[in-house]
Each structure stands twice: as C-alpha cells, then as structure tokens.
Nanobody, 117 residues
C-alpha cells in the first residue's frame, strides 16, 4: 500500500492550499482516511478524518477553515485549507486506517505546508 501526497507549499497568511492523498494497493473498502500534522517540537496531531461512509471529524482549531473530502472511486482524499494561519505551518501526513481483523494503518511520507505571516 502506498500513499502519495501532493499539494503542500508556501502560502501567505489568509491564503488557501489543497492537499491530495492518493492510495494505491489493497485496502479494505471500509476505512478512514485522514490528515495529521507535526510542527517542529510538537507531537503529531489529527487535523481531520473522513470515513468511507463520509463521516468527518475535525480538530477544533481548523473547524470552519478546513474541509476534508474523498473520492472512493479514486481512493483519494483531499484537504482544502482556507484562511491559513502561521500556526498551521507543519508537515502534513496522510493516514489510512483500513478496518479489518486486525485493523491496519498506513502513512504517507508527509508534505510541508508553510504559512508566512
């Protein structure tokens, strides 16, 4: 299973970026795709997740600014990030939890998002 992330980069505060995560390989149709981020000196934290049924979950500090979506036919997840702040700067990692017995999880290599103030 491979996760290919794209869409990171440098943006000014108040701007927008869209991250994509394309999953290749065999995973369960029942899965959760999500985005985590890790800033220097901080722990990796959940940003947003979406189940294969479309249920979403967001960190409090991105609610109303970020939107996660997915295309199940393409096994791809997206993270639309609007009204970016300098504190959103981090490496963003795509994550997939493939439900099964046992569950299996997979990580992307990470993509840098830098928001300049």
């Amino acid at each position: 299973v491979q996760l290919a992330e794209s869409g990171g980069g440098l943006v000014q505060a108040g701007g927008s970026l869209r991250l994509s995560c394309a999953v290749s390989g065999l995973i369960s149709r029942a899965n959760t795709m999500g985005w985590y981020r890790q800033a220097p000196g901080r722990q990796r934290e959940l940003v947003a997740s979406i189940t294969s049924g479309g249920r979403t979950n967001y960190a409090d500090d991105v609610k109303g600014r970020f939107a996660i979506s997915r295309d199940n036919a393409k096994n791809t997840a997206y993270l639309q990030m609007n009204s970016l702040k300098s504190e959103d700067s981090a490496v963003y990692y795509c994550h997939v939890l493939s439900w099964g017995d046992p569950d299996q999880d997979y990580w992307g290599q990470g993509t840098q998002v830098t928001v300049s103030s």
